[in-house]
């Protein structure tokens, strides 16, 4: 087994990391990482569906999307992220296999936690860490958090959706009580002494185990990085058809719009509502956008070669925008 750590906070970088290690090479690893203001979700939901987008983009929070399937997370450095890639698929959905030096590792902290139900470490009946595995032609991947000193306002406010969301056909979140570490221990530290102590305790149970560096791959990891996680196409792109539906009131009136995407996030019909006033049919601006991405930088290019309050007397592209998402 090969012992990996990333020094890269970029979560585009450390999961393209993940899917080289997995698919390129044939050692079994084990490697720590951390990502920093960031959302990560499964590789079945509606990211939409997931993220609060008006807090996201203020807050200038990535969303990247993982391989493995589960719910919506979000990552701060204070949040250790832990992988097991072993050449086997015996373990499969066998989840204690993997958390189980884990929870050895908090229990001789002094932190009392334990694996409930599948997949999910708790301390008492407040969650501490979600985990999720991926096979691939006989290699297995096993990867989970650890909520060490997490910004809880943060990680609740980013999946905060709004009632006026989305219908999808998306694998949805369990919304979990969850709580950091740091506050079950009697003698905190830092994240980093945490996560070299976490490397120690693991190191010290597994044998013939050699540290390498990872930026021996670092071109095969960046191309990954640049041409698949950091895409919007893999990001949001991927998400199942869904119909998306959001209502808003300005000074000139309501808007409300409705759009169903097809595949790969594409717009294939879009209709907007409103007590507002207009100078020419709003069905023209509609028919602008069908077969456009649902994202920001497609419609903007779009709006570039109209005037929005032709359509919805006084209101701005910029507002616009902000119905659309």
Request: glycine share 6%.
């Amino acid at each position: 087994m090969i012992f990996i750590v990333s020094d890269s906070f970029d979560p585009y970088y450390n999961l393209a990391a993940e899917e080289f290690l997995m698919k390129e090479l044939a050692d079994e690893v084990f490697m720590l990482w951390r990502n920093d203001n960031t959302i990560v979700i499964g590789r079945n939901q509606n990211t939409l569906a997931e993220i609060n987008y008006d807090y996201v983009k203020e807050e200038n929070i990535r969303v990247v999307r993982r391989m493995t399937g589960g719910g919506a997370v979000y990552h701060d450095k204070g949040n250790i992220n832990f992988t097991f890639i072993v050449n086997s698929a015996e373990n499969f959905s066998n989840y204690e296999a993997f958390t189980a030096p884990v929870i050895g590792f908090l229990r001789s902290l002094g932190v009392d936690a334990s694996l409930k139900g599948r997949n999910d470490l708790v301390i008492g009946d407040q969650k501490i860490s979600g985990n999720a595995q991926y096979l691939h032609k006989g290699r297995m991947l096993h990867h989970g958090t650890l909520l060490y000193d997490a910004s809880q306002n943060k990680l609740e406010q980013a999946l905060k959706v709004s009632k006026q969301k989305i219908k999808s056909k998306g694998i949805q979140s369990v919304r979990s009580r969850v709580t950091n570490i740091a506050s079950h221990m009697e003698v905190k530290m830092a994240p980093e002494v945490f996560m070299e102590a976490l490397a120690e305790y693991v190191l010290n149970r597994t044998e013939n185990c050699q540290f390498v560096d990872l930026k021996q791959y670092e071109s095969d990891i960046l191309k990954l990085r640049n041409e698949k996680y950091a895409t919007w196409e893999w990001n949001f792109g991927y998400s199942p058809k869904y119909e998306f539906c959001r209502k808003k009131r300005f000074p000139f009136g309501e808007v409300e719009v409705n759009i169903q995407t097809g595949d790969e996030g594409v717009i294939r019909g879009i209709k907007i509502y409103g007590d507002f006033f207009s100078k020419k049919p709003v069905n023209e601006l509609e028919n602008l956008f069908c077969g456009v991405k649902h994202e920001s930088h497609a419609v903007m290019e779009k709006l570039n070669n109209v005037t929005v309050s032709d359509y919805i007397a006084g209101m701005s592209e910029e507002e616009f925008l902000s119905v659309l998402f």
